[in-house]
């Protein structure tokens, strides 16, 4: 007789596989991917076209070298522009990766086993991507170990107090843990790669990579515990380093800045665009390679759901923001939240309002959910709309202060717009290369769905 517990784990696996999967079947369609399959057009034209925003990301950060950060838009009052609202935006981009992976796995949901590889080195092209923005505004790139606690000789040390050290420790360190958590991963399919591959190179490689993986029992067992013990490690840096993100701005006294509704709001809206850039990504992939058999219907309904969710969240933190102005009593707060809606940057608020409120819902419908089309448009349109988010954070507390005097405008150059689309082509052509060089699906947690499907232990 099946055990209950057996029984469950069948059913949900029937739900999220296409029925007919086998053992072999799985292997060979995901192994086929950076093995067999030949690069295709859409595969040469897309990564052609990141690595030509690579090239423009290459000069545009020679330029701010050799001219300095005078050629972004940067100004006073507004001395933060589009380096710290796209470093924001990134960060906020790897969180999905780390919840699916890390908190989807504690808490034993199976619908993350097709999505969970492609997110992981999502987070981590996306943190690299972050990593960028603050090192430049520094102005003087070099000297960045100024930040980092070492014994030197005048017995100097970082300003603990300073959030850019925050931020140091906090994105240095979720970047190791993902990146560990991510190639612990992927041993098991990397000596399925090293076996199946049919070059002496490619056997080389992928059996350097894979530290002499055999697939012993002392192998699985080791392995299970390193990946539970990781993925417990890595949950928390999900609401710490965005939270710390949030710090940044709550810790100054500026109107609009000063609260300390940040730290929640910047983790529910990180993983709220988290997911929408997960699904913007995954719905292409799923069908140029032909992945219907394994990122079903039901995956991306779920996705969906979970972005509708933080979507409320967001929306209520909006709603917040707006209350807490008005309850305060504070004429500054109560002026920055009217000149949001009001004032010279009130196109951006609005923008805002559609892409991250109105937009999400249209997801109550279960039949637009399951339409590709429209679940591509949202999650494109709150990729936008998160990026705004962050921009109006930014600029409109900086660019109208206390005093009138003080107040400016903000306008970014060519240079700002560059280095955001460069950072774009840097994060699709690692992209391209992950999909090409290393399976995207976990073959290891796959087959163990298609066991679980034909009820085998």
């Not at 093995?35 to 034209?45: A, N």
């Not at 290459?58 to 070298?65: E, R």
């Not at 807490?324 to 920055?336: E, H, L, N």
Request: with cysteine; net charge positive.
């Amino acid at each position: 007789m099946t055990s209950p517990t057996r029984s469950h784990r069948a059913e949900t696996s029937r739900a999220l596989l296409a029925p007919g999967q086998t053992l072999a079947s799985v292997t060979r369609q995901i192994s086929d991917l950076p093995l067999e399959r030949p690069h295709s057009r859409f595969w040469w034209i897309g990564f052609l076209a990141a690595f030509a925003g690579v090239m423009v990301l290459l000069a545009s950060l020679s330029w701010v070298l050799i001219r300095g950060v005078g050629v972004w838009g940067i100004n006073m009052p507004v001395a933060w522009g589009f380096a710290i609202v796209n470093f924001v935006w990134w960060i906020g981009i790897g969180h999905a990766g780390t919840f699916i992976s890390a908190i989807l796995l504690l808490l034993h949901q199976q619908w993350r086993t097709s999505i969970n590889r492609f997110t992981e080195a999502m987070t981590l092209f996306a943190v690299a991507c972050a990593g960028i923005f603050p090192l430049m505004h520094l102005g003087r790139p070099q000297f960045f170990y100024w930040l980092l606690p070492y014994p030197d000789t005048m017995g100097l040390w970082p300003q603990f107090r300073s959030p850019l050290v925050w931020d140091v420790f906090a994105v240095s360190t979720y970047a190791t843990v993902s990146l560990i958590f991510w190639y612990v991963g992927l041993l098991p399919d990397l000596a399925t790669l090293r076996d199946r591959a049919q070059t002496t190179v490619r056997r080389r490689a992928y059996g350097l990579l894979s530290l002499g993986w055999r697939g012993s029992g002392t192998h699985w067992t080791h392995y299970s515990k390193l990946y539970v013990l990781l993925a417990g490690l890595a949950a928390p840096l999900v609401v710490s380093v965005h939270s710390i993100v949030g710090l940044d701005f709550a810790i100054a006294i500026l109107p609009g800045w000063h609260s300390t509704l940040f730290p929640p709001y910047f983790v529910g809206g990180a993983i709220f665009s988290g997911f929408a850039m997960v699904l913007t990504l995954v719905i292409p992939l799923r069908a140029v390679y032909r992945l219907q058999a394994m990122i079903t219907a039901r995956h991306l309904d779920l996705m969906a759901k979970v972005m509708m969710a933080m979507g409320w969240i967001v929306a209520y933190g909006y709603f917040c923001e707006f209350f807490t102005a008005w309850r305060s009593g504070v004429i500054f707060d109560r002026y920055v939240a009217v000149n949001r809606v009001i004032g010279p940057y009130a196109g951006y608020f609005w923008a805002l309002m559609a892409c991250n409120v109105v937009a999400p819902q249209f997801l109550w419908s279960a039949r637009l959910r399951r339409n590709t089309a429209v679940l591509f448009t949202v999650a494109l349109l709150v990729n936008v709309g998160m990026w705004i988010e962050r921009f109006i954070i930014v600029i409109t507390s900086l660019h109208r202060d206390f005093l009138p005097s003080s107040w400016g405008m903000y306008h970014a150059t060519f240079w700002d717009y560059s280095t955001l689309f460069g950072t774009i082509g840097l994060f699709a052509a690692l992209l391209f290369l992950f999909i090409r060089f290393l399976p995207a699906i976990s073959m290891t947690e796959m087959r163990a769905m298609v066991a679980a499907q034909k009820g085998e232990p």
